[in-house]
């Protein structure tokens, strides 16, 4: 059964209380929001329409009531079927204005008229994982008219990473259906395929399944080992004695799940199953300590402890995992100094990755969200010795 | 037969030298960019990875020589593996200097040690359907560095808009295949399906056709009329004299469509049969119009007189088509004022939009090329007549 779609407008109303709480410790009038997640995060508002660079949007978090979206006329219909009562467009593109006279205003309007003379009453994302979508000319207008803007990253960040029930729900879903098709892979991939054929097999065999979408896809195929994992497919044939990395980021309802699976076909090296079997002990050893009150670095720490005893040349991913939510990737990192709490249902992955030789890389993934007691896997996991196919 | 995958190293080369011109013009040192468009264009870096919002990447355009990769180490593989020598990499996220020293280091390599106290010579775009990809944070940080920076949208616009033969190759190619699946709806489609389901059934068919992926999908339907045209699925079933838009952008090789259809079931009511041959015959008004040295607000002319002679009541997208590329808009903008000059090898979308009764619009879409002697459709014209299913 699938998770029912959308939210209550209960779940929008606890994200703006929760938020206006945070708001209201730090003597904040508003919060100015502007990428994809960050305004569905408030508003509901759901559209692949965000892949067209030309118009900005945005939405105002006042410090009392419901969130104020501020957007081009073409979304109006869209947002007004949200929760969301107070919609302000204009026609976009306007190049000489867009929005920022219409923004402008609605903050005043919010904050006071003496917005720019009492700096620090305005929050914007300004740190790591965010960036201001909008074009730099208009940033700066904006801060020329609003004075200094306060870096609200940690509030947006402490908010996001801790998921509702029901967003669990769609993670649960999503990395159910990429588990059936990560175990239909053995009766649908034969060597002889090229690596696009099988990328285009597999990416249709999880729509199959029911995933509404694959944005993130990548893999690669190499025999003996595999040197990059971020690839797109290319033309090469499969053959025996190859290795293959899929990792991908499908979604249901427009939440994420992303791991990754490796496989043999027809035989392996005896270095390649070793590789996957130390990769797949470092993210028992995440679960094992992964609970609220552990650090990120605690997690990569103990993953970090079992590539290293099992020859660790190192890699160059940069951390061990990460949040998951409305994005492939979000906050937290699994890395020796990010130093986050993990807190009851955050959703995260591991992902160790060993290189276990020069230009041989082997990385694991698995999802779940942080129960009382510890992990509650998301994704199905993987099994403990090297598949072969 | 597919087009070839990727582009011979000429390509970049010309890309780069076209790109130096204008630059020397300008006397500039250096340009930066930092989206995901960009950064591809000059180097051929093709990744769905960019949709962690984690790290930055960066490339740098010099005065002379081949761009420079300031990246994060996950993509030094991958990155080695195009036609740029010069990759640095850092390890990231590192949220405290997550490649902010690398790249002003790099930037003060080629623009000269004195960059800070000689404003004006490295350039950014900062302008209309850009952004700067990486927290604001960092972007003070980087002006705090760097001195004044010039936007330079013109310039990236310039180049990007004029497409060689080998892009338009890969836009034909999907414009095709999307123009099949469209073909096909009429055997997929039927009453009794939901939203949900049709909207799963056509993305299936554009990948059974050959394309790579669907990123972009959005439509609706409605009894005897659609209010929105951007929105995604819902459970509603299709029933007797119900409308259907499906609007998509496909890709092949990373180069999009972008066009739309609409048809009927069963029947269809007088008024939106003619709300549809309004628009089509918009759409032949500014076929006409196409040609080079004429303007964007000349093509924008053209379909809205006709939009008006049939009772237009306006409409809210701001604009009647626009370039199309890596991007599922690029610019320019068909608009009363935007004034874009037409010129050969440009690739844009039509997509005139009629507000025929109130909540009630009709959009069409066409893709094109520009030759010497006006418009080559790469997608399959539409019907004239309102297709009933």
Redesign the interface.
């Known amino acids: 059964m699938s998770p029912e779609?959308g939210f209550p407008e209960s779940e929008f109303a606890e994200r703006t209380r929760r938020c206006q709480e945070l708001m209201a410790e730090r003597g904040l009038g508003a919060i100015l929001v502007c990428t994809e997640p960050e305004v569905r995060y408030f508003t509901g508002f759901?559209?692949?329409?965000w892949?067209?660079?030309?118009?900005p949007w945005f939405t105002i978090v006042p410090a009392e009531g419901k969130p104020i979206a501020v957007i081009?006329?073409?979304?109006?219909?869209?947002m007004a079927?949200t929760w969301i009562d107070d919609v302000r467009?204009w026609?976009?593109?306007?190049?000489d204005d867009?929005g920022v006279t219409l923004l402008v205003d609605c903050l005043r309007e919010v904050v006071g008229p003496d917005v720019a003379s009492s700096n620090g009453v305005i929050g914007?994302p300004?740190?790591?994982?965010?960036?201001?979508?909008?074009?730099?000319?208009d940033?700066d207008r904006l801060r020329a008219c609003l004075g200094e803007l306060v870096?609200v990253?940690d509030i947006i960040s402490s908010l996001r990473m801790v998921k509702s029930e029901a967003e669990i729900a769609k993670h649960r879903h999503i990395c159910g259906l990429v588990s059936n098709a990560f175990d239909e892979l053995p009766n649908i991939l034969s060597t002889g395929m090229t690596e696009r054929q099988a990328f285009?097999t597999f990416?249709?065999e999880i729509?199959r399944q029911g995933a509404d979408?694959?944005?993130?896809?990548?893999g690669a195929t190499g025999h003996g080992g595999i040197?990059?994992i971020?690839?797109?497919p290319?033309?090469r044939t499969i053959g025996d004695g190859d290795l293959l990395i899929f990792d991908t980021?499908s979604t249901f309802d427009g939440y994420f799940s992303d791991f990754d699976r490796n496989f043999a076909f027809t035989t392996a090296e005896p270095d390649a199953i070793d590789a996957y079997r130390a990769v797949w002990e470092a993210t028992e050893a995440g679960l094992a300590t992964v609970r609220p009150g552990a650090t990120t670095t605690e997690i990569f720490g103990a993953m970090n402890a079992v590539l290293k005893a099992n020859g660790s040349l190192g890699n160059?991913?940069?951390?061990m995992g990460?949040g998951l939510g409305m994005?492939?990737?979000?906050w937290p990192?699994h890395?020796a100094s990010d130093d986050t709490v993990i807190t009851e249902n955050m959703v995260l992955t591991l992902e160790p990755g060993l290189l276990w030789a020069p230009g041989r890389a082997m990385v694991h993934e698995e999802n779940l969200v942080v129960r009382a007691n510890g992990p509650d896997l998301l994704s199905r996991r993987a099994a403990p010795e090297l598949p072969i196919i």
């Not at 160059?316 to 951390?319: L, Q």
């Open positions: 779609r759901h559209t692949p329409f892949q067209s660079p030309t118009r081009p006329g073409i979304g109006e219909a869209s079927a467009t026609s976009s593109p306007q190049p867009d914007l300004m740190g790591p994982e965010t960036h201001v979508r909008m074009p730099l000319r940033v870096d990253t285009a990416r249709g729509l979408d694959v944005p993130y896809l990548v040197d990059d971020i690839r797109q290319s033309d980021g160059d991913v940069g951390r990460h994005q492939v990737t979000e990192s890395t």
